[in-house]
RNA sequence: GCCACCGUAGCUCAGUGGUAGAGCACACCCUUGGUAAGGGUGAGGUCACGGGUUCAAGUCCCGUCGGUGGCUCCA
């Protein structure tokens, strides 16, 4: 007689053994009919579940048209959508195998084999729809039945699918003890699938669904194993819910930082140059200075001093810090001397020998620094260091090149050159948590001028089991305890990961996600005990002796080229006056008022305010809609009314009509304390306390 | 790097093996205007590159380069 408790606390009690079906319907027919599956003691089951002892049960529906689905009940959608698709797939092409079907974020996909005559296209897409359709029509239930360990392997074995013989195994080791099917109808006559479940009532409850893209992928994500094909769809209660789900899509495509960096002349990323090679046009250098400007105020405040270092340094350099040959798959090509390389060419020097020529030392050459720490290093070096010097603190905004696979570039947020706020900082011990501290205080003061919130914390921990890590354990300790304490004071969320650590210390990573959901990461702080025993580093201490200095790396911001990428998606290319390339144009209503409009440019500029004026003879409407799909904060209307009166007509973007005339000198002021004070509208507020004060985020 | 798809004017994109297209942007002319495209005229092309098939290739085939998505990688 189980005692079934419900979200909102209230019991229920049954004879014998229930369902959540059977609950369901004890409740209101109501909610058997739009159920599709349940939550019984906090896990994620099917409606036809046995419940046989007292439960907690929350019954999942699948709720139409604007009311937005739980992630359990979209989770149970996709699930099955994957299994109907997978049918389809099967129908149109026999000899497909199947590998792994699972739902994700946004959607589901399921990775199969292909023989080798079959090729699925985005053309087959609606072939595949069709068939999915019709599957769905004929509303057949999904039907679990489960077999023990020996007669389940038994069965996937005469079936012959060593991806199935493996998922089941994996099943078997993760300590399942039966294996389950799921057929769509009955099982023996109809289509099914060794899968844990669990899944919608039946095919008809899938609402709506569309098949997004096809891609490849590796079997157990091993790039050495087999290649197979994986169809990524989507799939929603009804189609309302689709069509919002993919408009969604098509604005957050509007954000691309690439779309967006293309119409205001932001970067270009040109062939003739190379591959991942960014080339900064004049707008997007203004909003990397401005950024550097303001990343550089904060750092000298920390008591940071600022250093250059030269694009290469000898390959010993790097021989002496281990990233080359560690590395060499994603670094360039070493540079040898000419002279060097003609001698080795009339000895007959086979390339497989410079390599390894190059690797023991017995040819010297220079690389493209792939890092700058090792060039900090040499800094600190340089000068014998007291215990009272501490810490160093040096930055650059230090370019590094990395050869990174042709298949991972993506505009700027993965580049083969790319500038990092780099920093490295020379510390005591008992020195890393409070300049740990520094590290993240200075992202904090940084995202929050720039309004993200949106961005995770990592902390990467050593894997207690391992021994791949250098450095004393106790060292390692006091590091780690550094670092949960620095983010724990930081007052945002933050994961511990253990096992993420780099092995020669913990680290800090920021993540944040892209306009297309993908995870990048920006920042990151990393202890390191590694490079100071390396290059030998040391201070004379109070006791008089040499001691070893402990290393922090760290970069908050990433490289110029990600943060400015993820940036441009942040604001959709709508920045603050003070990192706009353009902050204010002055849009002159006819040629008449040209005079004026001068004027007007040449007082805002004098107040170092990056202003242009619209020349072009145009109407005002044609001026207005050019300067606001530039994305510029303030447009200034001149005409002769204006003239007269002394006074501009205000325009703010996002804000898309006539704000009303102020006079010249108010608004310059403004607008120039907005910019000093790197804050958004705050000249908008000041001017028209009535304007949307949010209207520009 | 792997797989799939894509590459046509500065940009966004049409284009059925048979004369290379549109819109925007650009130049010039008319227009002198008060808040998201005023009108006209014109210029602009090695259809990514290299081979091949064909009487004929932007279109079909092969290769190379580049881009996109995913996978793998990321000190």
């Keep these: 007689m189980p005692t079934i408790t419900l979200p909102d606390g209230s019991a229920r009690e049954y004879e014998g053994p229930t369902t959540p079906a059977q609950v369901a319907e004890s409740i209101g027919p109501g909610l058997a009919q739009s159920a599709i599956g349940a939550r019984v003691d906090g896990e994620l089951v099917d409606l036809q579940h046995s419940i046989t002892e007292d439960a907690s049960i929350a ?170 094909a994986r169809v990524y769809g989507t799939a929603f209660t009804d189609r309302k819910q689709l069509k919002r789900h993919l408009h969604q899509l098509e604005e957050a495509r509007k954000r691309d930082h690439r779309v967006i960096g293309k119409q205001l002349g932001l970067f270009t990323i040109d062939d003739a140059v190379g591959q991942g090679l960014v080339l900064w046009k004049p707008a997007g250098s203004i909003v990397r200075q401005e950024l550097q400007d303001f990343i550089s105020t904060h750092t000298r405040r920390q008591g940071y001093d600022q250093v250059f270092t030269p694009h290469i340094g000898r390959l010993e350099l790097y021989r002496t810090s281990g990233h080359f040959p560690y590395y060499q798959d994603s670094q360039y090509p070493p ?34 620094k792939p890092m700058n720490c090792p060039h900090h290093i040499r800094i600190y070096a340089s000068e014998q ?101 620095a983010a724990e004071k930081m007052g945002v969320d933050f994961e511990s990961e253990p096992g993420e650590a780099a092995f020669y210390g913990p680290k800090i990573d920021f993540v944040v996600r892209d306009a297309i959901g993908r995870d990048w990461q920006l920042g990151t702080v990393q202890v390191d005990y590694n490079l100071p025993e ?100 303030y447009l200034l209307v001149v005409g002769p009314r204006d003239a007269e009166n002394q006074t501009v007509s205000v325009r703010a973007h996002g804000i898309e009509k006539d704000l009303g005339a102020v006079g010249l000198d108010e608004f310059t002021t403004a607008l120039a304390e907005e910019v000093s004070s790197r804050s958004h509208g705050t000249a908008l507020r000041q001017l028209f306390p009535d304007a949307a004060p949010d209207a520009t985020e």
């Design 59 to 228: 019954i999942i529906t699948a709720r139409k048209g604007e009311s937005e689905s739980s992630d359990d009940a979209l989770w149970l959608i996709r699930h099955s959508a994957a299994h109907v698709m997978a049918e389809a797939i099967e129908r149109l092409w026999p000899g497909v195998q199947l590998v792994y079907g699972p739902p994700v974020d946004g959607g589901f996909y399921y990775d199969m084999h292909l023989p080798d005559d079959v090729k699925i296209s985005s053309d087959d897409f609606s072939r595949i729809e069709e068939e999915m359709k019709s599957i769905i029509s004929e509303n057949r239930p999904f039907t679990r039945y489960n077999l023990d360990v020996t007669e389940g392997m038994k069965k996937v074995e005469g079936e012959g699918s060593k991806y199935k013989i493996d998922n089941a195994q994996r099943a078997i080791d993760a300590g399942s003890d039966e294996l389950s099917w799921y057929a769509t109808g009955t099982p023996g006559e109809n289509w099914e699938d060794l899968c844990r479940g669990p899944h919608v009532p039946a095919t008809g409850r899938i609402g709506a669904f569309k098949i997004m893209n096809i891609a490849a992928s590796y079997w157990h994500g091993d790039s050495k194993s087999d290649q197979l």
């Design 335 to 368: 540079i040898i001397e000419r002279d060097q390389l003609s001698t080795l060419a009339a000895e007959g020097c086979t390339c497989g020998e410079l390599a390894n020529r190059l690797e023991t030392g017995e040819v010297e050459g220079y690389l493209l």
């Design 534 to 633: 390396r290059f030998d580093l040391s201070y004379i201490g109070a006791d008089n002796a040499a001691h070893r200095p402990v290393m922090i790396h760290r970069a908050p911001f990433g490289s110029m080229e990600r943060f400015i990428g993820f940036l441009i998606e942040h604001y959709a290319g709508a920045f603050p006056a003070w990192l706009s390339p353009e902050q204010v144009r002055v849009l002159p209503v006819s040629e008449k008022s040209m005079d004026y409009a001068r004027t007007v440019e040449a007082k805002l500029r004098e107040h170092d305010l990056r202003a242009k004026l619209d020349t072009r003879d145009e109407r005002l409407n044609s001026k207005v809609r050019a300067a606001a799909e530039l994305k510029i904060p």
């Design 385 to 485: 260091r007291s215990y009272r010097d501490l810490p160093v603190r040096l930055a650059e905004f230090g370019t590094v090149y990395r050869h990174e696979q042709s298949g991972e570039l993506s505009g700027m947020l993965r580049v083969r050159g790319f500038t990092q706020d780099d920093g490295h900082l020379f510390c005591t011990p008992d020195q890393i948590g409070q300049e740990v501290m520094g590290c993240l205080e200075l992202v904090k003061v940084i995202f929050e001028t720039l309004g993200m919130q949106n961005y995770r914390v990592r902390v990467g921990l050593r894997d207690p089991d391992s021994a791949k890590y250098v450095g004393d354990p106790e060292n390692w300790a006091l590091a780690e305890a550094a670092c949960v304490e």
